[in-house]
């Protein structure tokens, strides 16, 4: 009852001009710092391959990666801060037809798409390339948000609280199993299932739900031989160092040689085309063997300080669209986070999953400052203790 | 309720949804990230140590800066193997692979700039998983460069050369056993190349660094050792390439004139240091080709049944070819080994110069159910010292061996480097010279109760005249040296200094002294005794080894290898001569030894008459080099070849007292007054008494002549057969007596067509009857 009162006098005048005194700024600070430490990571991480450039990419420009990053960072800011401005209202609004926006190009990935490494899951826009499925995970946070709020009270049926969130979700999911792309279709499902829970479905379905995965994967790896090897792989990658196992044997290189306090910064020799990836899924492995466990303690507790006040800020919204969006975006975060440095360092098995903030990619970072700004947005109409 | 749940927005989160996100706040932002602290942990503190091993074990490369090899000189530092840089080049077929590269362009061009199999490079192109796969090896700079135009013409980084050296020899193959080769790695595989081969290969400069996982550097020097390489020694040798030329020169005379059939050797030392001054075995190689055979193996071959059998028959052909016989190669030195008999004797005083020695055909000695043969049957009669060991006489050196005693001649025998005694007097001996090259082998020796049983004295007795053991050539001329240099056992020895790369000597080779075996006096002694086996005319086996105006002293050997003769039912011989000049001071010893001449060549087979006239033909050019000038007394000089003077512009009658002077014959063609040509062309040097052709305003013809067999005939014979053709002839062996002398070996093969006044140089040993004889 005490958020109920707090809710209550949010109501007030001094509400109003709070929000025009601005957004949560530890919350805006703490991505700043975030980012800063990605891009100089990327420059880091990235200019030995830039240098000796195997692929034919950056014709020898040891910075090339780093100037992209650094451009999409700035350019991140403007949009951060553009989509603070933006009152939550506009989110509401524009929730369905944005979702109607993310399957859109969802649908056109198979047709028009750019195939890497065998799946197509990149759109070329001008030069540049974008993943839908980035858009597609804030969709189902913008979209389920407005569903529950319009399902209040009936969420706990199977009717209004499972069957339309269930259909948005498989449309998504099936869609991007045609790409494929396991680890997004992981992450929608379960950002989804996070609104759920939010949302106020009973618990009985997730359990429900845990125990349809459950058998869908022992499905998956009794007959899918790929989806098998990808555990043996994971039990021990060292039984496949030069093959299946090479990359996340490099990453364990790479985070164990860096001990206690790291080879400083810049000093990774791991990244000298050994460990695959290091500006992007593995950047987190470069930073580890750089700045050593003192410096992944201090990236993973700004990560979780920043989570926290994410969740925070959800708190306290007096909204409960507001709520949602916050509490759906911080979890996302979240579960990327987790997910990226959990494959980094063996702790699941290996899957394309990037590093928010850190890992080299324009549109995701754009979209990922995008969120944050959302955010901000919703931070303003808090009332601060003061 | 508010204005905000009228407008359906649905109002704030409700307790249930507060609740479940604060559940989801412990998960998300605490609980998660524990487990991921706890998995940094164990990673980076735990198993820190682990993986850090693992990652440097993987960036950290050694390469290797590979030093310059050594020249190896001979003494007079002309060099014999030289090193040059190379190229070896290779491909990166993952790289070609990753940039795309035409594999096909690769294939064709290389094979055009290599000489190489287009497909087999198109195959290599294609073996995507591998960074390394060589294509040619050593490529000299003249193709390098034009791969490395083609490799940056067209941008090709699966294309890669890396800098190797490789081994010349500007000799080819002069003195080919002696200095060995080295193999595809550089390392030193025969020879002095082998057995120097750390102090000519230097130590390998290291750097260890961290690198890029394709092997090249990392971007900063972060993290590299460097240990600095040092380039090998320069060898200088004490070979001379002079001398080994003219060994090898004869040596491979010797081997066609006499049909050698499995091979022969040679060894000239310095006989006051031990020093090589030259080694030769036949068959030689060419040591910048050393895989390839000589034709006649090669075609064998060529005409193998199966590829095994091939390839066995090409490996035995060069194991063959490689074995350096002067090293390698154990005999029985046969009556060469009596001049250490004699050397013994006379240091025990066993016996005198004025002893005498009765031979009458054969010896019986204790313990051996048949006597003991001199080669002469009927004996040679009452004989001294001197012309024992002038006759060769197996008889008196039994003797002689009796009156030194088994146990006296045992420690003799381990004073001169041919045994060690060990202590069991039941064990076969052995010993080695301990020569500063690779492939020494050891003698064999019966046991010293064998040996020195006072119930049988039939080793004794074989022993004195050189059989029942095996020695090989270098220990004998090691042990000869010694009898004739005052009695000091030098240690041979090939290399007489290394240098620095700078030129600066590093190590220098003194003459190590291994005992005196035997006194001054006595060395005197022997050499006299020697010098009257080659020099006397009438009474020494070892006369063909005479040159004129030099005093040589030596000792022939004839040896039956017993073996083979059960084996084949003929009776093969090794036959070899030892010599040494000038008899009154030594400075050289050569040895050659013959390994189964042909009875079919027409020279009776024995060292008197087949090595003795090679040692003698080595002395004829190796002492005029050496610098020891020749003295001829009166009886000599006439019987030496003479050189033709000028005779144009003279008169009939002047030109014939000019003819008559010079030692010589004419006879003349024209029927002008005044000579205006003659063959031979003035200052040549020809056989005395040659009959020349002057021609008195006549015109010379120009017609050519066929050169006709001279071996057998007499000196004057040949003189006068080749003179009738206008070819003349010469000789660097001493003529005593031209009606008697037989040509044994002639420098230009009989058959070959020449133009008139061309040279034939003769070799000449004795015709005397009493000379034909297996000593």
Redesign the interface.
């Known amino acids: 009852m005490r958020y109920d009162s707090a809710r209550l006098t949010g109501f007030s005048d001094t509400a109003v001009k709070e929000r025009k005194a601005g957004f949560d700024t530890p919350f805006f600070l703490l991505v700043l710092i975030l980012l800063t430490m990605g891009v100089v990571m990327v420059l880091s991480a990235s200019f030995a391959r830039a240098y000796y450039d195997p692929g034919n990419i950056t014709g020898g420009n040891a910075a090339y990666y780093f100037v992209r990053q650094l451009l999409f960072a700035l350019l991140g800011t403007g949009v951060m801060l553009l989509a603070s401005k933006l009152p939550m209202g506009f989110y509401r609004r524009y929730s369905f037809p944005f979702l109607a926006f993310a399957l859109v190009l969802l649908m056109l990935v198979p047709f028009v798409g750019v195939k890497v490494n065998g799946s197509r899951r990149w759109l070329g826009v001008g030069g540049m390339t974008l993943q839908p499925s980035e858009l597609a995970k804030l969709a189902v946070i913008l979209s389920f948000s407005v569903l529950i709020c319009k399902m209040r009270g009936r969420m706990k049926t199977f009717r209004y609280g499972i069957l339309p969130f269930a259909a948005i979700l498989c449309a998504i999911v099936g869609l991007l199993v045609l790409e494929p792309h396991f680890s997004a279709s992981i992450i929608i499902i379960a950002i989804g299932g996070v609104m759920l829970f939010l949302g106020g479905v009973r618990l009985g379905w997730f359990i429900g739900a845990a125990a349809a995965a459950g058998g869908a994967l022992a499905v998956l790896l009794a007959f899918f031989p790929y989806a098998s090897s990808r555990i043996t792989t994971w039990r021990d990658p060292f039984s496949s160092s030069s093959d299946e196992g090479y990359q996340i044997v490099q990453s364990l290189y790479s985070i164990g040689s860096g001990g206690l306090s790291g080879l400083g910064l810049g000093g990774s020799r791991q990244k000298f085309l050994y460990l695959p990836e290091e500006h992007n899924d593995f950047i987190f492995a470069v930073a580890c063997e750089e700045l050593g466990f003192i410096g992944a303690v201090l990236i993973l507790t700004l990560f979780a300080l920043l989570i926290l006040r994410g969740y925070w800020i959800a708190l306290h919204c007096r909204d409960r669209y507001d709520f949602l969006v916050c509490a759906g975006i911080s979890t996302l975060l979240a579960i990327q986070v987790f997910l990226n440095v959990a494959v980094v360092t063996n702790l699941v098995p290996c899957t394309g999953i990037s590093l928010p903030f850190f890992s080299y990619g324009g549109t995701a970072l754009l979209i990922q400052l995008g969120e944050m700004g959302i955010i901000l947005s919703a931070s303003r109409t808090i009332l601060t203790e003061k | 309720m ?1 204005e ?1 749940v009228e407008k ?11 609740r ?3 559940a ?2 412990a998960l ?3 609980a ?2 524990l ?3 706890i ?3 164990k ?3 735990i ?2 140590e ?3 091993e ?3 074990q ?2 950290l490369r050694e390469a290797a800066t590979s030093p310059a090899r050594g020249t190896i000189f001979d003494t007079n530092m002309n060099p014999l193997a030289v090193s040059a840089s190379v190229d070896n080049i290779y491909l990166s077929p993952a ?1 070609i692979e ?2 795309g590269e035409d594999r096909e362009l690769i294939a064709r061009g290389l094979s055009e700039i290599l000489g190489l199999d287009y497909d087999d490079i198109l195959e290599k192109t294609g073996r995507t998983g591998s960074w390394y796969v060589t294509v040619a090896r050593k490529v000299e700079a003249e193709q390098a460069d034009e791969v490395r135009r083609f490799k940056t013409e067209n941008g090709l980084k699966g294309v890669r050369l890396e800098t190797d050296t490789k081994r010349y020899y500007p000799n080819s193959c002069l003195a080919c056993h002696l200095i060995g080769f080295v193999g595809m790695d550089n390392t030193g595989l025969e020879g002095i190349e082998a057995k120097y081969d750390s102090a000519l290969s230097g130590s390998a400069g290291r750097t260890l660094r ?5 092997g090249t550097e ?2 900063f020097g ?2 590299e050792e460097y240990s600095p390489g040092e380039d090998g020694y320069d060898l200088v040798l004490t070979v001379d390439s002079t001398i080994q030329y003219y060994v090898e020169k004869h040596l491979k005379q010797a081997v066609e004139d006499y049909d050698i059939q499995n091979g022969a050797g040679a060894i000239a030392m310095d006989v006051n240091t031990g020093g090589i001054l030259a080694m030769a075995s036949i068959d030689g190689y060419d040591l910048n080709h050393f895989l390839s055979v000589s034709d006649e193996a090669q075609a064998l071959i060529d005409q193998a049944a199966t590829e095994e059998e091939a390839a066995e028959l090409l490996q035995q052909a060069q194991a063959r070819q490689w074995r350096n016989k002067a090293l390698s190669d154990t005999y029985e030195p046969g009556s060469t080994f009596k001049i250490i008999t004699l050397s013994m004797a006379l240091e025990e005083g066993a016996v005198d110069l004025r002893d005498s020695f009765y031979c009458g055909g054969n010896v019986s000695v204790l313990g051996r159910t048949s006597p003991i043969r001199c080669w002469k049957d009927g004996g040679h009669g009452s004989q001294n010292l001197t012309q024992a060991v002038q006759h060769s006489c197996n008889v008196a050196f039994v003797n002689i061996g009796l009156r030194v005693g088994a146990e006296t001649f045992y420690k003799y025998c381990e004073a001169f480097g041919f045994l060690n005694i060990t202590g069991d007097p039941d064990e076969n001996l052995t010993a080695t010279t301990g020569i500063d090259l690779a492939g020494e082998s050891g003698s064999i020796w019966w046991s010293q109760n064998t040996f020195c049983s006072e119930k049988n004295l039939s080793q004794l007795a074989a022993a004195s005249f050189g059989q029942t053991f095996t020695i090989t050539p270098l220990q004998l001329i090691t042990a000869v040296s010694a009898c004739v240099n005052g009695g000091k056992l030098m240690q041979p020895y090939v290399v007489r200094q290394m240098r620095n790369p700078d030129g600066t000597a590093a190590y220098e080779r003194e003459p190590t002294l291994v005992r005196q075996v035997i006194s001054e006096e006595t060395s005197a002694k022997v050499r006299s005794i020697l010098e009257q086996v080659v020099g006397d005319p009438n009474d020494g086996t070892g006369r063909n080894a005479a040159v004129a105006g030099y005093r040589i002293g030596g000792k022939t050997g004839t040896s039956e290898k017993v073996s083979l003769e059960a084996q084949t039912g003929e009776k093969e011989y090794i036959v070899s001569f030892i010599g040494f000049a000038p008899a009154d001071d030594p400075q050289i010893a050569l040895l050659v030894f013959l390994d189964t001449p042909s009875n079919k060549s027409g020279i009776y087979v024995s060292g008197g008459q087949m090595a003795a006239p090679v040692v003698g033909n080595m002395m004829a050019d190796i002492l005029p080099y050496l610098g020891v000038e020749p003295v001829l007394d009166e009886g000599e000089a006439g019987s030496m070849d003479v050189t033709v003077p000028d005779f144009t512009g003279l008169s009939r009658e002047e030109a014939a007292a000019a003819v008559k002077e010079a030692g010589l014959d004419f006879r003349t063609i024209g029927e002008g007054s005044l000579v205006t040509g003659q063959l031979p062309a003035a200052g040549v040097s020809i056989a005395a008494g040659t009959q020349i052709i002057l021609y008195f305003e006549a015109e010379p013809s120009a017609d050519r002549e066929t050169v006709p067999e001279l071996s057998g005939m007499s000196y004057a014979q040949a003189r006068d057969t080749l003179s009738y053709y206008g070819i003349y002839i010469q000789t660097a062996s001493p003529v005593t007596d031209a009606e008697t002398q037989k040509v044994s070996s002639q420098s230009i093969t009989a058959g070959t067509v020449v133009g008139h006044g061309s040279i034939v140089e003769v070799t000449l040993v004795s015709g005397d009857d009493s000379m034909l004889g297996r000593y």
Do not use: K, V
Not at chain 2, 8 to 18: D, K, V
Not at chain 2, 210 to 214: D, K, L, P, V
């Open positions: 508010s905000s359906g927005r649905g109002g704030g989160p409700n307790r249930q949804m507060l479940r996100t604060l989801l706040m998300c932002g605490i998660a990230f487990a991921l602290l998995r940094l942990y990673l980076q503190i198993d820190h682990y993986y850090e693992l990652a440097i993987q960036q790289e990753m940039y961290a690198t890029n996982a394709y990392l971007l972060s993290f």
